[in-house]
Each structure stands twice: as C-alpha cells, then as structure tokens.
C-alpha cells in the first residue's frame, strides 16, 4: 500500500464534512433549515465563528442555501460534475480578521512613530478614494488595501510587508469572499470608513497608542460586521473575537 500525504484539516472543513454526510444520509431533509449556529456549535463542541464558515463551505459546493433573514436550508442534490469542489486550502475567514488585529494594531502603531508627512498625504488619499467609492455605491476594497498597504510601508518592515499581502491574499479567497458577498454593504463601509479616519487621525498627530487602539477596534467591529445573525429565529449575538475554537 503505497504511503499518503497527512493531511492537516481545518476546523471548518471537519465540521462541513460531518454535515455534508449528514445532508446526504437525510439527517436533514432537503428544503429543511438547519439548526442555528449556536445550537450546531453546541453539537459539534466548537465555536460559531467554525460553523459559520463551514456553511459557507457547504453553500459553495451547492448543499445548503443561505437565505438572508430566514437562516440556512437544504438544496436539492445537483449532479456531482456540475458542483463546486469543497474548498481546502481557504484559511478560516475570521481567523484572518484575528490574524489582522494581531499584526496590523502593531503595525498601525509603529507607523504613526516613523510615517512620513508623504505617508499621511497617501492615506489621506486612499480614504478619500474610499468615501468617493462607497458614495457611488462602488466596492471600496481596493481602496481599502492601499490604505493598509500605506501603512505596512510607514513602517519600513519588509516581513511586515509580506505578511500583509498574505492576509490580502486570503481575503480574495472563496470562502471569504463569498462571506463577504452577503455583509459588505453601503452600510457597512460607511462605518468602516469612520473607522479608518480614526486610525489616519492618530498616526498624523504621531499617537501610537491611539493608533494601535484605533486599529483594533476597525478589526473588531469588522469581526463583528461578519458574524451578524442572518436568521430572525437564530441567535441574534455576535461572536466574540476571542470565542474558542475547539476541534470538532
């Protein structure tokens, strides 16, 4: 018997594939929601944030349909050629954002100590960008990564530098993205764009502690942004950043 590669799975992919199995079992019927995140969280011993981006999975692949303002529910079965495959290789969405807080509050911090006057007129730049963007119901992202890439630069930290591109990276991938399709709203730009003129008001006036305050909380409530109910009968709570994520 010829040697395989171990395979190292994600939280999100256990989960999806144990729900998966249950799906074509008929453990849950087709057109049926599924229990809340909460209650499958309970279940399965792991946090929501984990749930959360195994629907997505499922929802890529054609299982389940996410109905904004009911909950989740069970599609019909589609031929297996004409179905996406389970993503793999995704990094966890809300692990990124936990990542992000981690690195770029230090980041935001040591670039209010050694930004230069040509720093703060670039971000100055790419917040306007993003405001003219979201004005004209435009998707501000690109605007919103040079902002941070702005930042990165202040800093003059190469590995720093990498490792934001890394983050950006994963922020393009599918599970993500399509996470994103369903909270990136008009609405929730606007606030992040309140959130970024705090971080660009701190590293202009040279405060390193209100940057790295600043950019924690835009972190946070991005966090939060994502994690919103998208079922009036589920549990209304946001997730906490710090919420465990137990393997399944």
């Known amino acids: 018997m010829p040697i395989q590669s171990i395979e190292t799975r994600r939280v999100y992919q256990q989960i999806a594939d144990q729900l998966s199995n249950l799906i074509k079992a008929g453990e849950f019927k087709v057109d049926s ?3 809340s995140e909460r209650d499958l969280a309970e279940k399965f011993g792991v946090s ?12 890529v692949v054609g299982l389940v ?5 009911s909950g989740v529910y069970v599609c019909k079965p589609v031929q297996t050629k004409s179905r996406s495959k389970m993503p793999r ?13 981690l690195i770029e509050s230090e980041i935001a911090a040591q670039a209010a100590l050694s930004r230069s006057m040509a720093h703060v007129e670039q971000l100055d730049a790419h917040l306007n960008d993003m405001i ?21 630069e202040a800093t003059g930290n ?12 994963a922020r393009s991938g599918v599970l993500f993205s399509r996470l994103a399709n369903y909270f990136d709203t008009k609405k929730s730009w606007d606030q992040a764009i ?10 202009k006036a040279q405060d390193a502690n209100a940057a790295r305050r600043a950019m924690k909380h835009h972190m946070e409530k991005a966090f939060m942004r994502f994690s919103a109910s998208w079922s009036k ?3 209304h709570s946001n997730y906490t950043l710090g919420e465990p994520r137990a393997k399944v």
Request: proline share 5%; net charge neutral.
């Open 158 to 169: 190469h590995v720093l530098k990498d490792m934001v591109e890394q983050l950006f990276n």
């Open 194 to 203: 309140r959130e970024h003129r705090a971080i660009l008001r701190a590293v």
């Open 48 to 59: 929501r944030p984990s749930v959360r981006e195994a629907l997505i999975a499922l929802e």
């Open 33 to 35: 929601r599924l229990p």
């Open 65 to 69: 349909q996410i109905r904004m303002g």
């Open 89 to 101: 290789q995704d990094y966890a969405p809300f692990e990124v954002i936990q990542a992000r807080l």
């Open 233 to 235: 009968q589920s549990d």
């Open 132 to 152: 003219e963007r979201a004005a004209d119901n435009r998707q501000p992202l690109d605007a919103d990564q040079a902002f941070h890439r702005t930042l990165v």
